[in-house]
Nanobody, 121 residues
Framework: QVQLVESGGGLVQPGGSLRLSCAASGSIFRISAMGWYRQASGRQRELVAAITRGGSTNYAGSVKGRFTISRDNAKNTVYLQMNSLEPEDTAVYYC???????????????WGQGTQVTVSS
């Protein structure tokens, strides 16, 4: 199985910055895509940003230009640098990875436990 450990959430004032990290561990053959989703209270979970193994990125329109996703393939870790945070960014942020556990198997999706990000003065 795959374990995802997230860190870096917290309370920040509007305009501030936070950096989220998510480290994957376990018997992993290969991690393909990695990403971050968020779910605000009363709303559906939505994609924030994703990155392929080769480094191609995709962002939600609401965070483009403010958030940056990156990854360290050697450490099986994905990061989300969040700048110019707004109250509307308040949500639980979830790490998501597409991983293959054995050569020849199809990849499966795994989720982290979530980390709270609160943007408030």
């Amino acid at each position: 199985q795959v374990q995802l450990v997230e860190s870096g959430g917290g309370l920040v004032q509007p305009g501030g910055s936070l950096r989220l990290s998510c480290a994957a561990s376990g018997s992993i053959f290969r991690i393909s895509a990695m990403g971050w989703y968020r779910q605000a209270s009363g709303r559906q979970r939505e994609l924030v940003a994703a990155i392929t193994r080769g480094g191609s990125t995709n962002y939600a329109g609401s965070v483009k230009g403010r958030f940056t996703i990156s990854r360290d393939n050697a450490k099986n870790t994905v990061y989300l640098q969040m700048n110019s945070l707004e109250p509307e960014d308040t949500a639980v942020y979830y790490c998501n990875v597409l991983a293959t556990l054995r050569f020849g198997n199809n990849p499966d999706t795994y989720w982290g436990q979530g980390t709270q990000v609160t943007v408030s003065s």
